[in-house]
């Protein structure tokens, strides 16, 4: 790796970092497309799972006092139902269908009925969200907005909205990492001195995120943190509707 691509993808980090920081969301969606540009797939991957730890840990660290552990429980279990399912025959489905699935998550959790998805966000709906993140998580390497609606609906404020799920996010990459790392076992060589480059750079954006949070109100949280979700998800709908095309 050159340095100048390596200073590079250490400003996009920092970046996205930033971002997701600010709103707990977004920034991991934008790198993983640049790092699956630039390398592989299983490399992508895992570099991707490694940066998104560390912004998430330190995120996490940021905000401990915030942290509601019941719910994270709860999601970790769901994670682990999920990756044990997918493990059994480690597919992988096509890229259309896996952008389509992305996008189109958080439209139909806001179509669902509140009878049926209620917003206290309770231990069974917490699980089934770990379940169908990690499924996301396992196919495109981004949980994607249907974390980030289903947190939304909660009751919580948003300070235990980017503390809960910088956790959420930290055991999901961790599973991530685990599933390409080990059981694909086919990840290509990524030089130890980056590894800690985009650690570091991570940790610099989610630290800057941080300050611009504090300014936030939980209104204008919600607000702008919906319209990204909206955004995101219609782009990758489109873009998967576009794969589509092109494969009939």
Known sequence: MTALMAASLSLLMIGTAFLSGIFGMAGGLILIGVLLFIFPLPTAMVLHAVTQMASNGWRALLWWRHIVWKSTVFYVAGCLVSVGLWSITLYVPDKAVALLLL??????????????????????????????????????????????????????????????????????????????????????????????????????????????????????????????????????????????????
């Open 103 to 248: 996008g189109l998550s958080p439209f139909i959790i806001r179509a669902i009925p509140e009878s049926i998805l209620p917003r206290t966000f309770g231990p069974l709906q917490v699980a089934m969200t770990g379940l169908f993140s990690m499924m996301l998580m396992l196919l495109t390497g981004v949980t994607g907005p249907l974390l980030d609606t289903m947190f939304l609906r909660s009751a919580l404020d948003r300070r235990q909205i980017i503390a809960t799920k910088a956790v959420c996010q930290v055991f999901g990459h961790g599973f991530k990492l685990l599933y390409f790392g080990v059981l694909i076992a086919e990840v290509g060589q990524v030089e130890p001195w980056f590894l800690a480059v985009a650690i570091a750079s991570s940790m610099i954006g989610t630290s800057l995120g941080k300050l611009l949070l504090e300014k936030l109100t939980d209104k204008q949280f919600r607000l702008w943190s919906n319209r990204l979700i909206t955004t995101i998800a219609t782009y990758y709908v489109g873009y998967g509707l576009v794969l589509l095309t092109r494969i009939a």
